[in-house]
């Protein structure tokens, strides 16, 4: 059973100036964006009990087929985490929001029929840890939805997006990274990747550093007869 207290001794991770500004950009994005679209190809034909490691404010939860049973939604930012308790209350499925770190996931292994990580690698300090934890949580054969950002374009963009990661960007973005690559990342991890694909974000408009995105699936290997 995951924890249910709201209360922690500290915060695993505390950028309420960034919180607020991604709280109501991603708002935005639903519909400027096409992020709504993208939450519903995401999450559609999900079933069982889902662990959502970083689920920020919550917009995830609308978008849950009613075949899910439980979501246990991990965030570590308090103000994304009552947001996101507010969203919960509104879900369609049961919604428990619950403190803690994707690399120290408060839960019991092999609990897990699947997992989401959307915009969430980006971000955590330590993405191996974070992924091996996410393979202990999940049972053998447990599925992998994920949407990331990440490294992308010709030399020069990359070139900026290495340059970016080393100065400010993740000062003013909550810690994220711009040139991570999540697919590797995963496979690396052990996870059997599936079926993905490339999203620019915005699918019209001007490419930013943030532009290059991945819609896929992967799955924790079943255990070996």
């Known amino acids: 059973m995951p924890l249910r207290s709201g209360k922690v001794p500290r915060d695993a991770v505390h950028h309420p100036l960034f919180a607020r500004c991604y709280a109501r950009a991603s708002v935005r994005a639903e519909t400027r964006m096409g992020m709504a679209r993208v939450r519903e190809r995401l999450l559609g034909g999900l079933s069982g009990r889902v662990i959502e490691i970083g689920a920020g404010n919550g917009l995830n ?3 849950y087929p009613g075949t899910v049973s439980e979501v246990v939604a991990i965030e570590p930012e308090r103000l994304l985490r ?5 969203a919960a209350l509104r879900a369609e499925v049961p919604v428990d929001v619950v403190p803690g770190a994707a690399e120290a996931l408060p839960v019991k292994s092999e609990g897990f029929d699947a997992a989401v990580v959307s915009l969430v690698l980006c971000s955590v300090r330590d993405v191996p840890r974070a992924l091996g934890e996410l393979r202990r949580v999940l049972r053998p054969g447990g599925e992998v939805r994920f949407f990331e950002h990440g490294r992308g374009g010709g030399r020069a963009m990359t070139c900026a997006q290495q340059a970016l990661d080393r100065t400010l960007w993740p000062v ?9 690559e999540p697919v590797r990342a995963l496979r690396d991890a052990g996870f059997e990747l599936g079926p993905y694909r490339r999203v620019m974000m915005p699918e019209q408009g001007p490419v930013l550093p943030t532009s290059y995105c991945v819609l896929g699936t992967a799955w924790r290997p079943p255990v070996s007869a």
């Open 61 to 63: 939860f609308a978008h």
């Open 172 to 180: 003013v973005s909550g810690g994220c990274h711009l040139s991570r």
């Open 82 to 86: 009552r947001l996101a308790v507010e």
